[in-house]
């Protein structure tokens, strides 16, 4: 099982994107975890290398299981642990090893082409929502098959029409 991080950083009514190259997909910057760090030493190291920013107090809103999928057998199994922080130092890097770095109005992030189950946390967790925990199930083409998304201590809720 892999494990990533990522963090929602909230400036105002914007938060900071990463266009991916690969898919042109938009994502939380983040990236794996190296062996014996903990959640938090990952988000803030992977965040700094892809954005050059440091994270002051993020706090984790969201830990999500990804599957992939091909010919009806699991893969890829990820864990995703997001967090949410709203204040930071340093200089935005003006060009990420990663791809494109972008400030994007909250309202408009559930524009922007993501991974489908992307659109279930994002804007949830930038208007400042309780915990989130999912599950997000995919094809090997990352096609959404399925999305279970549960807030703390709430029940489980399957997403409609997936």
Not at 44 to 63: A, D, I, M, S
Not at 146 to 152: E, G, L
Request: proline share 6%; charged share 25%; aromatic share 10%.
């Amino acid at each position: 099982m892999k494990r990533v991080t990522n963090c929602i950083l909230r400036d105002q009514d914007r938060i900071l994107m990463l266009k991916k190259p690969s898919r042109g997909w938009w994502v939380a910057p983040g990236g794996k975890m190296e062996p014996g760090e903990t959640i938090t030493e990952s988000m803030v190291r992977e965040y700094r290398e892809e954005t050059g920013l440091y994270l002051l107090n993020p706090q984790l809103k969201g830990v999500f299981t990804i599957m992939v999928e091909s010919g009806g057998q699991i893969e890829e199994e990820w864990m995703m642990f997001t967090f949410l922080a709203d204040s930071y130092t340093g200089r935005l890097l003006k060009e990420s090893p990663e791809g494109e770095l972008e400030w994007i109005p909250v309202e408009d992030v559930k524009k922007l082409p993501t991974a489908k189950g992307d659109q279930y946390f994002l804007t949830p967790i930038a208007q400042g929502s309780d915990m989130l925990v999912g599950r997000f199930h995919y094809t090997s083409d990352y096609e959404l098959l399925s999305v279970q998304m549960d807030r703390a201590l709430d029940g489980p809720k399957m997403a409609p029409g997936v």
